[in-house]
Structures are given as C-alpha cells and as structure tokens.
C-alpha cells in the first residue's frame, strides 16, 4: 500500500531528465557503489553518488509496517497516509504547492514490514533546499488533523467496502490469514472496518512517536551528491525524529502444521483459487535457489512450467503464478489463477501435481539454463535507474544485506545447479502442508449468499474478520 503525492503540472525539466536517467543508466550496466555511515542519532544510511544528473532521490524506511498494528490494524497505513495531509502547519494543499512549485515528487506507502516516505528532487540549490525542508517536516512534525483524518479514514472505509466485493481482494486476505494465523503478518496492512473505524489521531501520533524515530530509520540516497553533502542531508532528516529505539524482533513463523481448504461463496461465474504456505525471509541461504527455481515453476510468466501444464496443455486459465515474497520473517509462498467454477477443483489437482512433479524432478538442463540466461540478461534493466536503485537500498539497509547484494546476484544465480534447486525445494515446499483458499462456487449458492455474507463465510472459515 502506498499513497503519492502525484502532482498536477510538475516542471518538465525533471521528467526530461528521469528520462534521460533511465537512458544514460541502462547504457552503463553498471553495478553502482555504495556507501554507509550512521547519522549521529543513529539512523542507518546508504548511498550511491550517481553524478551524470542534476537530480536526488531518497528513501526514508522505518520499521514500522503493518506487522507493528498490535491490535488495531491499519494503524500503520494511516499513519503513513496522514503524513502528507499536513506537516508542521501546513496542510495538504500547502504542501502540494511547495513540492509543485519545484518539480519534486513526495510520496508514502507502507508493507508488512515497513513504512517509507519518498521524495524526487532536481539538486539545484534552492530547490533541493524547498524540497528537503519539505521532507523533514512531513517525518517529524505530522499535524494528524482531526478533519483531515476523518476524509483519509471515511476514504479508507469505503475503499474496504469496495474490496469485499473483489473476489481477488478476499482471496488473498483469507490466504495471508491461513497462512499467518496469529502472527502480525496474517492482518492486512489496509486495516478492517471495525479497526478503522475505531482509530483516532492520537493513536497515529502514539505510533508515529514510537516508530518513526531515528534509530529507527534507514536513509536511502541515490543522486548528484558528493559523500559530505549526503551526510549532511542525511543528518538533517533525523534530527528532528523522535526519540525511540528500534522495536524488537518479530516473532518467528510458524510452519502449518497440516494442509487446509479454505471455501469462500461468492457471486461469480469464475473462482479465484489461491495456493500458500510460509517461505522464505530476506537473506535466506536458500534465497538464490528458490527465486531462480520458482522463475522455472511458475514465476517467469508464459514459459513457466505452470502455464504450460494449465494454460497451454488444459485451457484451464488465462493466467496462472507462483512467487516467493520475503520478509523480515519468512513471508508467503504463493500460487494462484483464476478459472470458470466448475473447473476449480481440476485446476487445483494440476498446481498440486505440477508442483509435486518439481519438488522431486526439478528443472531439466534446458529450463535452468534458459531460466539463467532470462534473469541474468534482465538484470541491468533492474537497476536502470535512480529510483529503481534506491528501492534496492533500501531493502540492502533495512535487510542487512551484504553491500555487494547487487553486484554478486547474477554471479550467484549462474553458479546454480539443478540439483541445488531441487534440493531447495525439497527442504523448503510441503505440498502436503498448503493453505488453499477457493473464492467462488456456484452463481445459484454466489447469489444466495451475496457479497457481505461471502465475506462472512470466508472469515468465519479462516478464523479472522
């Protein structure tokens, strides 16, 4: 989830020179360098001097995703959406004229794991100066107005109204709750209506208070800066933040204990079918084998082993995936398609047997090389870009990542075998043990039981509103 700051008529002098960026970084190829240092109250930085363009861009990332709710989900998103309603005095408007006014971009979003502010910038003095400022009072000075806070949350309302009548949406909220259970990775960082509905200001500003502090933050910094003037912008975003440590470690993830079908009613002519268990974390000795493995399954679209056996053997969907999503934790591995509803169960047995049939085959010589030569080919595309870069920081910082992360992935992806990968896969996938959650069924029991009491069926199954 994120919310952007997207304004109506920023100069063109910064879109033309993204452009160019992207240009100028996808001719170089070029595994950039990074840098790292501690601000002297404690946030974590990196930086990349990328100097061919008068531009910055930066990341702000705390350890304060949905994971951190407790008891009140979606108190992290909305914390994250408020920052840009109004900073130090100024309310939305005010900022939006500001970043406008310099060609900048602002933004927010948060994930299970973290909470992140964004800003774009040209590095021209003056502006650069606008737009840090700017920055600096939406971490730290948030003015979590009342008004403003009843518009963000009645939109957030509706919009949770609205995804109950996606069949996709409940799907995979029941799957990350049977997943999950009860660990803070099952709530969904949107939040549910009765949590919501019962949050007020002063619990954004407790959890801002708590979790956007200093030692609590990573700095991604990616642009035409020398190392001092990094430092320095660096240092200026926390010294303002609050004072709090960083929160303690999330509880690990338990495996399932057994496989279990999960039914959800729904009014339509297709089910959407969702298929997971607990995978991996970031930084995960089996990381390398279980990405390139899962690129051969399921994860590399129409050549993938997945859509041969489903789409082009049996008709059986129009698409069908499988992917790994690592967190701090061990996140979800998930397999989904969609596909007419009295095709459902016939679907499910081919991602079952196909699955099964990689566990123990893995991929053939054909698949792994191709399956290298795609991902290792698409790899300067990956990091073409200063924003594109600044991601990867920020997930090196807030991972611990090694700092060559990017510059040994394609060495580490070719130096896979296929016995490496299916010895991956064979420790880690228990297809006896996976959640499956089905939404849809017949239009006649669809029809009978409507959108809210579908809903309702789903979370009675699971266990979870």
Not at 375 to 402: E, H, M, Q, W
Not at 408 to 423: H, N
């Amino acid at each position: 989830m994120f919310i952007n700051l997207r304004l109506r008529s920023p100069r063109l002098a910064l879109s033309a020179v993204f452009g160019l960026g992207m240009l100028v970084m996808h001719g170089a190829h070029a595994v950039p360098e990074i840098q790292t240092w501690r601000t002297p109250t404690g946030g974590k930085v990196l930086f990349v001097a990328a100097q061919e363009l008068p531009m910055v861009d930066v990341r702000v990332v705390f350890d304060a995703g949905s994971a951190r709710d407790g008891e009140q989900p979606g108190l992290a998103s909305l914390t994250a959406a408020m920052l840009t309603e109004g900073a130090a005095g100024l309310d939305a408007d005010a900022i939006a004229e500001r970043v406008e006014a310099v060609g900048a971009e602002l933004g927010a979003g948060v994930d299970r794991d973290t909470s992140y502010t964004r800003l774009r910038s040209l590095t021209e003095p003056e502006a650069l100066e606008i737009a840090t400022d700017i920055l600096l009072k939406v971490l730290a000075e948030p003015n979590f107005d009342a008004s403003a806070f009843e518009r963000v949350q009645q939109n957030r309302l509706t919009g949770l109204r609205l995804a109950k009548q996606d069949p996709g949406s409940v799907g995979r909220k029941a799957l990350y709750r049977a997943i999950f259970g009860a660990h803070p990775y099952a709530s969904d960082p949107s939040g549910t209506a009765a949590s919501v509905a019962a949050l007020t200001t002063d619990d954004l500003r407790a959890f801002h208070n708590r979790y956007y502090g200093a030692a609590n933050a990573t700095i991604a910094i990616v642009g035409a800066l020398d190392r001092a003037q990094a430092e320095t912008l660096a240092a200026r975003l926390t010294a303002a933040l609050p004072d709090a440590e960083p929160p303690p470690d999330l509880p690990p993830v338990p495996a399932l204990e057994q496989g279990r079908m999960h039914q959800i009613a729904f009014p339509s002519s297709q089910t959407h079918l969702y298929l997971g268990q607990p995978g991996m974390r970031r930084g995960d000795p089996d990381y390398f084998a279980l990405y390139l493995g899962n690129h051969i399954l399921g994860g590399s679209g129409l050549v993938s082993q997945l859509m041969e056996e489903v789409r082009e053997k049996r008709g059986l969907s129009y698409s069908v995936y499988s992917y790994f999503a690592p967190l701090a934790r061990k996140g979800p591995l998930v397999m989904g398609l969609q596909t007419q509803n009295a095709q459902a169960e016939a679907a499910q047995q081919v991602l079952l047997d196909t699955l099964k049939r990689f566990i123990e085959q893995g991929p053939t010589d054909e698949e792994l090389e191709a399956a290298i030569k795609n991902v290792t080919g698409g790899f300067p595309l990956r990091i073409a870009g200063n924003s594109k870069i600044v991601r990867y920081l920020a997930v090196i910082g807030f991972y611990d990542l090694p700092l060559d992360y990017l510059d040994a992935f394609p060495g580490r992806i070719r130096a896979l075998s296929a016995k490496q990968i299916r010895d991956a896969f064979r420790r880690r996938v228990d297809p006896e043990r996976l959640a499956v959650v089905a939404v849809g069924g017949s239009s006649e029991s669809g029809a009978e039981a409507g959108p809210e009491a579908a809903q309702q069926v789903g979370a009675d199954a699971v266990g979870q509103d």
